[in-house]
């Protein structure tokens, strides 16, 4: 059974700060890994979609990568802004359509 | 194009009531799945409909629990009598594909109803 695993649980960082938030998956047969946002009162937004066959994406101040064999994603956030507050789930499929989500980071960027 | 929809977007109701949610997917999208996300712990999928089809139920916590999903359009998620443990996030996503079934399947996530029972 796959587990997703998002550490740290919260994060609070000043704005400009580089940051990076962690996600680890216990199945490393994964057909490819997301990173959505959530805003409070919001659904799920998808930031970032890694194949199984990808070390990484990018989109604009975002940069996930990814390490299937040791079963590990990060997500990298440059010159974080205040707007960048939110929750940040990370999801894994494997073997199955029906994703399996990390409990998420939840960052807050003070100005 | 409007995306998913949910409504309400809060609930509050005391132990032993009935809520009924409802969503309304993105036009043309013949897949809709409902999730669940309890406080502090990671989201969880309930069930998937293909049209007005339950496709798989298989997260669906107990008989208490009744989704619908009549002509194929918006769905309807009933908890009756509702418990305490069953406060939380209620989130709806839709998809577009032929069955829902495959891993390429991009699911489009609701705001989510948030649901307090008392």
């Known amino acids: 059974k796959q587990e997703v695993t998002q550490i740290p649980a919260a994060l609070s960082v000043p704005e400009g700060e580089n940051l990076v938030l962690n996600c680890s998956f216990t199945d490393s047969a994964i057909y490819n890994l997301q990173w959505f946002r959530q805003d409070p009162g919001k659904g799920l937004t998808s930031l970032l979609l890694i194949q199984s066959s990808q070390r990484e994406q990018t989109s604009g101040r975002l940069n996930a990568s990814l390490d299937k064999s040791s079963g590990r994603s990060t997500l990298y956030i440059a010159a974080s802004q205040p707007g960048d507050s939110a929750t940040y789930l990370c999801a894994v499929k494997g073997g199955s359509y029906i994703p399996t989500f990390g409990r998420g980071t939840s960052l807050i960027v003070h100005p | 194009e409007a995306g998913v929809t949910q409504f309400p977007s809060h609930s509050v109701i005391e132990k032993g009531q009935t809520v009924t949610l409802r969503c309304d997917p993105i036009?043309?999208?013949?897949?809709l799945y409902w999730y669940r996300r309890v406080m502090g712990k990671e989201i969880k999928f309930l069930l998937h409909?293909?049209?007005?089809?339950?496709?798989?139920e298989s997260g669906m916590p107990n008989n208490r629990f009744l989704a619908e999903r009549t002509g194929g359009t918006y769905s309807t998620l009933k908890v009756q009598p509702a418990e305490l443990e069953d406060s939380g996030v209620y989130f709806c996503?839709?998809?577009?594909?032929?069955?829902?079934?495959?891993?390429?399947?991009?699911?489009?996530f609701g705001p989510g109803t948030r649901l307090t029972v008392l």
């Open positions: 409909f293909v049209k007005e089809s339950k496709q798989d």
């Open positions: 996503a839709s998809s577009q594909g032929s069955s829902g079934r495959t891993l390429t399947d991009t699911q489009y």
């Open positions: 036009s043309g999208h013949d897949n």
